[in-house]
């Protein structure tokens, strides 16, 4: 029987959101891609005997072959799909793990498409990612896939390294940890902080200041004046809400420690200001409280 998954999933006992795959490692790790619709492709179970049983996927056809490195013949064939679930149980929930997938309903007068990721392992090939959601711009997504392949074919690592960082930069992202060791064992790197061109280093500037934070540590030294004017603004967006109900002061404390460059560990007089903001005070208190702080990251040189 044929399911239809309108979800992200990773068939490696995991299931994810969109933002947390990385197309990069996802595309370098896999030996074919394919942008189907959902009748192009069919899932299925072969029992092996009365408590085991194999997931595989069969693709009939494709809209488009993204990247074939495999050499293997995949049309009508059974390949196989790993899968949360075995001896008639579900190991997820056996395992506390729950699903963070968002299920759609199948609307009969729209076509619905995903991309899929195959891994070569001796000369057969797994399914490694089914990305799949509807509302996914799968023309920007194929775009990044294949861009992909301009890093693949680099000469160095320090060749490498640089068209990464230009291909996190251009997709509003930045690498995993182990991205940063990688380059630390062979030399590329000295520590543990990403190193950028001027050109990168702009890029990383315009990301955060078009909201992603992630970046702020990159720039923050490169452009400290433009950040600190950037978490001052947060904070008096922040006392502009007057929330009676919500208030992070998480979000407020930590755009007046990036503002002054203080840590939260903060013994000063307005460290101990700082501590007192929360939910647990008044409205009023609350206000006081930040206007103080307001005007003093306003004033720190």
Same mark, same amino acid.
């Given at each position: 029987?044929k399911?239809i998954f309108?979800?992200?999933?990773?068939?490696?006992q995991?299931?994810?959101y969109?933002?947390?795959v990385?197309?990069?490692?996802l595309?370098m790790?896999?030996?074919?891609?394919?942008f189907v619709?959902y009748?192009?492709?069919?899932?299925?179970?072969?029992?092996?005997?009365?408590?085991?049983?194999? /997931?595989?996927?069969?693709?009939n056809n494709?809209e488009?072959i993204?990247? $074939?490195?495999?050499?293997i013949k995949?049309?009508?064939?059974?390949?196989?799909?790993?899968?949360?679930?075995?001896?008639?149980? !579900?190991?997820?929930?056996?395992?506390?793990e729950t699903?963070?997938g968002i *299920? !759609?309903? &199948?609307? +009969?007068?729209?076509?619905?498409?995903?991309?899929?990721?195959?891994?070569?392992e001796?000369?057969?090939?797994?399914?490694?990612?089914h990305l799949s959601?509807?509302d996914?711009?799968?023309? $920007?997504?194929?775009?990044?896939i294949?861009?992909?392949k301009?890093?693949?074919? +680099?000469? #160095?690592p320090?060749?490498?390294?640089?068209?990464?960082?230009? %291909?996190?930069?251009?997709?509003?992202?930045?690498?995993k %940890?182990?991205?940063i $060791?990688y380059?630390r064992?062979?030399?590329v790197l000295?520590?543990?902080?990403?190193?950028?061109?001027?050109?990168q280093?702009?890029? *990383?500037?315009? $990301?955060?200041?078009e /909201?992603?934070? #992630?970046? %702020?540590?990159?720039i923050?030294e490169k452009?400290?004046e433009?950040? =600190?004017?950037? %978490?001052i603004n947060k904070? =008096?967006?922040i006392?502009?809400?007057?929330e009676e109900e919500?208030f992070?002061?998480?979000?407020?404390?930590? *755009?007046?420690?990036? *503002?002054?460059?203080?840590d939260?560990?903060?013994?000063s &007089?307005? /460290?101990?200001?700082?501590?007192?903001? +929360?939910? !647990?005070?008044?409205?009023?208190?609350r206000i !006081?409280?930040?206007q103080?702080?307001?005007?003093?990251?306003?004033?720190?040189d």
């Open positions: 029987m399911k309108f979800t992200i999933f990773i068939l490696i995991s299931v994810i969109s933002q947390s990385d197309l990069r490692n595309t790790n896999s030996d074919l891609i394919l619709e009748s192009d492709f069919e899932y299925g179970n072969r029992y092996i005997n009365d408590h085991y049983k194999v /997931g595989y996927i069969k693709v494709y488009e993204i990247k $074939n490195d495999s050499n995949f049309i009508d064939k059974e390949i196989f799909c790993p899968q949360s679930e075995n001896d008639y149980y !579900e190991s997820s929930m056996m395992n506390g699903c963070m *299920a !759609e309903g &199948v609307d +009969s007068n729209r076509k619905y498409y995903g991309i899929l990721f195959f891994k070569k001796k000369k057969k090939l797994t399914l490694l990612v959601k509807s996914s711009d799968w023309k $920007n997504i194929i775009e990044k294949k861009k992909v301009e890093i693949e074919n +680099s000469k #160095s320090e060749e490498r390294y640089e068209k990464s960082i230009d %291909y996190y930069l251009k997709c509003n992202d930045l690498p %940890y182990d991205f $060791n380059y064992q062979v030399k000295k520590s543990d902080t990403l190193v950028l061109t001027e050109k280093l702009i890029l *990383a500037k315009d $990301n955060f200041f /909201g992603n934070e #992630s970046y %702020y540590k990159l923050s452009f400290p433009e950040v =600190k004017q950037f %978490y904070m =008096k967006e006392l502009s809400k007057n919500y992070s002061s998480y979000d407020f404390n930590e *755009a007046y420690e990036r *503002a002054t460059n203080t939260y560990m903060d013994d &007089v307005m /460290g101990k200001l700082k501590e007192k903001l +929360s939910n !647990e005070i008044t409205l009023k208190e !006081e409280i930040m103080d702080l307001i005007q003093n990251a306003e004033q720190e």
